[in-house]
């Protein structure tokens, strides 16, 4: 009876050491909680959709980065020390994902992001890689809609200085819309701010004076631009607001009210707008799930999960060197935001969507190649 007992223990260590591990490290709590929380639903669906690679169980460990740069770089560490992960998942939020992607190549270990677009996130870096558009291509698009599509002529931003997606997003509408109206004074001014403020008074009383066309709000956190969006209307401000990824989570709706209604934003992600046959399984399997919309970032959380086990499948490895190895040959993966391949860069060269707050719901409005 001993000799069985020990027999089942060893299949058992056998079954528990063999399943492969993914880590996830997302802002579950904190400013950026509401775009962490929609990404990790988007993951865990996927590990439950497709929960073995290479005849191995895939098991998530997954970290709160809690909205913490020093946290995330932290998780990461864990990840990979504690946890041996084969590979990383995250961060929404690209100061969370600097430092995480800092950590993860320093190690070996590669490490996919869902939405940060900052380009210092996979910069330099061979073991980084991500799923999403990056924000010189983002800032081009909203910069060129405003003037084509909007005919504004000129712009003012209010930017994030502690974040470096919304400083760097910020840099990129500016020199594409001057580029696109031909004239260097087309940015009427950029006024900042301390992520988490609750008073814009200041930057919107210089915003006002200018009267711009369009009012450009790159916010690391939805909380602060629908903030401003709304102390900007009690002002009497009538720009037309534009804004970056980060604004595509319902809460934007309920914090700003009728003061974001027929503001417009960048986006990764639409049912309308994808068309691949994964596009169709995921929206059918979130919706039965959730009961509720995806959002771009559930769908890219999706899609770095996929693309992980894709590498694993042809690497058929799951040592990390050897996921980083197919990854970056990575061409044409159809995944549900679209046909995925990764730039010498590890960046996904990917549309961008343009979506319009009409109603209280997100209208797409237009597709923009890269």
Not at 85 to 110: D, F, T
Not at 297 to 302: E, N, Q, Y
Request: with cysteine; glycine share 8%; charged share 20%.
């Amino acid at each position: 009876m001993k000799k069985v007992f020990l027999i089942l223990l060893m299949l058992l260590t056998v079954v528990v050491f063999s399943a492969i591990r993914i880590g996830v490290f997302e802002p579950l709590t904190g400013a950026f909680a509401a775009g962490g929380q929609l990404t990790l639903k988007g993951i865990r669906l996927a590990n439950e959709m497709f929960p073995t690679v290479i005849n191995q169980k895939v098991e998530l460990i997954v970290l709160d980065n809690k909205t913490d740069k020093v946290e995330a770089a932290n998780a990461v560490t864990r990840l990979i020390q504690v946890y041996n992960v084969s590979a990383v998942i995250g961060s929404y939020g690209s100061s969370l994902a600097i430092p995480g992607s800092e950590v993860a190549n320093r190690m070996k270990v590669p490490m996919m992001g869902c939405s940060p677009t900052n380009p210092l996130v996979t910069k330099d870096k061979e073991y980084v890689f991500r799923v999403c558009f990056i924000d010189p291509f983002q800032g081009r698009v909203m910069a060129k809609f405003a003037v084509e599509t909007l005919g504004a002529k000129t712009a003012y931003i209010i930017q994030d200085i502690s974040s470096d997606y919304s400083v760097g997003l910020a840099h990129y509408f500016r020199n594409s819309f001057i580029e696109f109206t031909k004239n260097s004074k087309a940015v009427l001014g950029v006024a900042s701010y301390q992520g988490g403020d609750q008073d814009f008074t200041a930057q919107l009383t210089l915003a006002k004076a200018k009267n711009p066309d369009v009012l450009f709000i790159p916010a690391g956190s939805y909380g602060d631009a629908a903030l401003i969006m709304k102390q900007a209307r009690e002002m009497g401000i009538k720009s037309v607001f534009l804004g970056g990824d980060t604004w595509e989570v319902p809460e934007i709706i309920d914090v700003g009210g009728d003061a974001v209604e027929g503001a417009y934003f960048s986006t990764h992600f639409d049912e309308k707008a994808m068309t691949t046959e994964m596009t169709k399984k995921f929206v059918d399997a979130y919706k039965k799930k959730y009961n509720e919309e995806p959002s771009a970032f559930a769908a890219l959380g999706f899609d770095a999960y996929l693309v992980i086990l894709d590498a694993i499948k042809r690497a058929k490895s799951a040592k990390p060197e050897d996921i980083k190895n197919a990854l970056a040959v990575t061409k044409g993966f159809q995944g549900a935001t679209g046909s995925i391949t990764f730039d010498e860069n590890g960046d996904a060269v990917k549309d961008a969507i343009v979506k319009k707050i009409e109603n209280g719901k997100f209208k797409l409005i237009s597709i923009v190649k890269p």
